[in-house]
């Protein structure tokens, strides 16, 4: 089943590279306040069968019901491995074929400023994303507004352990958002617990792909605590 799968995603990865233009079209619907069994992802794209129709998790298998977590691979990233698809973004959408403790473990964090600005924070395996809107609620590809920076690390199935630099009590659940994307907190600093964990530095979460990489914008609202994104975006030459 696996390497039928691995070939699936290989196949459609190289279809990509050879379609002069195709649209990849998100439909996306989370509850970021709890358990909520509205939540769902839907994607679809070049290749036939690598899409995904309103996927929900499977408590059963204890992964998404329709294998999107690993299908969606196929418009995440180049044959080569390099992202074509911003991985913060990519993440975001695990969140309705996960488990529903995912989103307390990685402290996510949605806001909607009064200029209708929506960002985005979580921490997933001692690394933090941020994705924030324009005031239309929009999230443009590529080289968007979607930042990362290691501030912890992870060991087996968790807790995450974060710098004190950024939380109050070294948990994520303590995280100081502001603290997290300020570029004068310094990086390189040692994360205790592990003699090899470092922090880093603010980056961009930049599409590196020189084949391929998805241009357009996406739709994000977020209204009494539902975040929802919509929108289709078109397959690139590098």
């Not at 999107?68 to 995440?76: D, E, G, V």
């Amino acid at each position: 089943m696996r390497k039928a799968l691995f070939f699936l995603i290989f196949s459609a990865a190289i279809g990509l590279c050879m379609l002069p233009a195709q649209n990849l079209t998100i439909d996306y619907q989370y509850n970021v306040s709890g358990r909520d069994t509205a939540n769902y992802l839907s994607f679809s794209g070049p290749h036939r069968l690598v899409t995904a129709n309103r996927d929900t998790f499977d408590a059963v298998t204890g992964a998404s019901k329709q294998k999107s977590t690993a299908l969606f691979t196929a418009y995440q990233t180049d044959i080569s491995g390099k992202a074509a698809f911003p991985g913060g973004v990519r993440g975001l959408f695990l969140y309705p074929v996960a488990p529903d403790d995912l989103r307390t473990s990685d402290s996510l964090n949605v806001t909607k400023a009064a200029n209708g600005v929506i960002t985005i924070q979580y921490a997933h395996r001692g690394i933090a994303y941020r994705i924030v809107t324009d005031s239309q609620g929009r999230l443009t590809f590529p080289r968007g507004s979607y930042s990362v920076r290691t501030i912890g690390y992870i060991q087996g199935a968790g807790p995450q352990v974060i710098s004190r630099d950024f939380s109050s009590d070294g948990t994520a659940a303590g995280i100081n958002w502001n603290a997290v994307w300020d570029t004068r907190i310094a990086s390189g600093q040692a994360i205790p617990g592990n003699a090899s964990a470092r922090t880093g530095a603010v980056t961009n979460d930049w599409e590196d792909s020189t084949i391929f990489f998805w241009t357009g914008t996406l739709q994000f609202t977020f209204e009494s605590n539902i975040l929802k994104i919509s929108g289709s975006l078109r397959a690139t030459r590098g």
